[in-house]
Antibody
Framework: EVQLVESGGGLVQPGGSLRLSCAAS????????MSWVRQAPGKGLEWVAN????????YYVDSVKGRFTISRDNAKNSLYLQMNSLRAEDTAVYYC????????WGQGTLVTVSS | QSVLTQPPSASGTPGQRVTISCSGS????????VNWYQQLPGTAPKLLIY???QRPSGVPDRFSGSKSGTSASLAISGLQSEDEADYYC???????????FGGGTKLTVL
């Protein structure tokens, strides 16, 4: 059974940093695209970033370019999102998703950016 | 303002057939396949339809997808109370070089 478990969310002040992690199990992690998708409170889904199997290709939504970095450790079956220079508008539940079509999703971790 | 346009709400009675539309442009739906996601209240999204009209295993055949030009549709037949959820379309956008989602459609089963 595919399992994706996010962690690392919390309350952070504007301008601060946070690192999200996603622990994967139940599938061959290193053979799948992985993504981060977020959902602001009461709002719709927004794709944030994705990373190719080996980590050679990474894509980001414009609003996080230069501030967020997606990475993965295939030996640890883990996906990461380093978030710097956080803004109030980054407040959201962050989901990790596996596969080219966001085939499976974790339960999400809440990031709140507020002073 | 979402790149893909969906109606904010839809409704139907049990047993009815409802459709949800998703409108885009030549750089997204017109060039790439469309996926649909179902988000039940308080839960994570779930892949419902991929590659325009393919169902992952476990998804009932009451759910179907189609695409024509720069628009796509999700159809739900034999509507059930447990179908009450938010539905999102998504695809890759060649101009933005990223994934784009529709704004979501809240389906109410009357």
């Amino acid at each position: 059974e595919v399992q994706l478990v996010e962690s690392g969310g919390g309350l952070v002040q504007p301008g601060g940093s946070l690192r999200l992690s996603c622990a994967a199990s139940g599938f061959t992690f290193g053979t799948y695209w992985m993504s981060w998708v977020r959902q602001a409170p009461g709002k719709g889904l927004e794709w944030v970033a994705n990373i190719r199997q080996g980590g050679s290709e990474k894509y980001y939504v414009d609003s996080v370019k230069g501030r967020f970095t997606i990475s993965r450790d295939n030996a640890k079956n883990s996906l990461y999102l380093q978030m710097n220079s956080l803004r109030a508008e980054d407040t959201a539940v962050y989901y990790c998703a596996s596969g080219a079509n966001f085939d499976n999703w974790g339960q999400g971790t809440l990031v709140t950016v507020s002073s | 303002q979402s790149v893909l346009t969906q109606p904010p709400s839809a409704s139907g009675t049990p047993g009815q057939r409802v459709t949800i539309s998703c409108s885009g442009s030549s750089s997204n739906i017109g060039s790439n396949t469309v996926n649909w996601y179902q988000q039940l209240p308080g839960t994570a999204p779930k892949l419902l339809i991929y590659n325009n009209n393919q169902r992952p295993s476990g998804v009932p055949d009451r759910f179907s997808g189609s695409k024509s030009g720069t628009s796509a549709s999700l159809a739900i037949s034999g509507l059930q109370s447990e179908d009450e959820a938010d539905y999102y379309c998504a695809t890759w956008d060649d101009s933005l070089n990223g994934w784009v989602f529709g704004g979501g459609t809240k389906l109410t089963v009357l």
